[in-house]
């Protein structure tokens, strides 16, 4: 249990010591969508391939829409629509997965750090089993964001999921994450990185893995009567229990149309 902890600390101070080396010059970020304390209008579609273990793969479509509200735009609702296939029981078809809506609220937010609380309900709308959970999971993430005298942002966050209703047959949902997200401030503010390491429970099947995202971006210019932003997101899963070795995502986002 000493040297699987300590497996667990390396990786993580070793993705924000990673992100440290990137950071540079004397501001905050410009609202590029990496900012949690941001809210703002993003239409965002992406695509992920994960290699899983046991030789399978998995590949998923998301449809992103946020909307902020309120009379400070310290509130938004994010509707996702995923887009999914998963080989890992024959079937290597896109169908439709388990659609979620998430509430975001910004609080306490001062010119040196900021809160955000995040209350999303995923439904159990899979087309096929292997593209959910089979049940109606509550999730709820609190995030603690720093503007760092550097520019960069540290916003560790923790993320609870719990079921509470769905198919009987299949396992109940209890997943801890704990989140390191770190934003170096870049020289060019058109290009964009952010590095999330994260330590993954599932307290349920008795599991727990490493993971590790790296987000490039770059600023393309005017879209859609917003900004638009193309992402590369490569990631690196680690420890006996992962239920991936690596996986890439790519995406545009349209920010404040």
């Known amino acids: ?57 998995s590949g998923v479509l998301r449809l992103n829409y946020t909307q902020p509200f309120g009379a400070k735009s310290d509130y ?32 306490g937010l001062t010119r040196t750090h900021g809160w955000v609380f995040q209350g ?12 959910g959970t089979g049940k109606n999971v509550l999730k709820g993430t609190l995030i603690y964001a720093r503007f760092l005298p550097t520019g960069a942002i540290f916003a560790p966050a923790v993320v609870q999921s719990n079921s509470v209703s769905g198919q009987a047959r299949r396992a109940d949902v209890n997943t801890t994450t704990f989140d390191f997200y770190y934003v170096p401030k870049l020289a060019d503010p058109r290009n964009l990185i952010t590095v999330d390491p994260a330590v993954n429970f599932d307290w349920e099947n008795d599991k ?27 990631t690196l899963f680690a420890g006996g229990d992962r239920p991936a070795d690596w996986g890439i995502e790519i995406g545009f986002k349209v920010l404040g149309f």
């Open 1 to 57: 249990m000493t040297s699987r902890w300590a497996a667990i600390g390396a990786v993580v101070l070793a993705g924000v010591g990673c992100a440290a080396q990137c950071a540079r010059a004397q501001e905050k970020p410009a609202n590029n969508g990496t900012d949690p304390t941001k809210l703002t209008t993003i239409l965002q579609p992406t695509y992920e391939y994960l290699d899983l273990v046991g030789g399978f793969e």
């Open 76 to 107: 938004s609702l994010r509707l996702r629509v995923p887009v999914q296939m998963n080989d890992v029981l024959g079937n290597s078809g896109h169908d439709l997965g388990d659609a979620s809506l998430m509430l975001t609220h910004v609080f």
């Open 120 to 131: 999303e309900a995923v439904f159990d709308t899979a087309a096929r089993p292997e593209l």
């Open 208 to 234: 727990e893995f490493l993971s590790l995202a790296v987000t490039f971006g770059r600023v393309t210019g005017p879209a859609l009567g917003g900004v638009g932003i193309v992402t590369v997101k490569p």
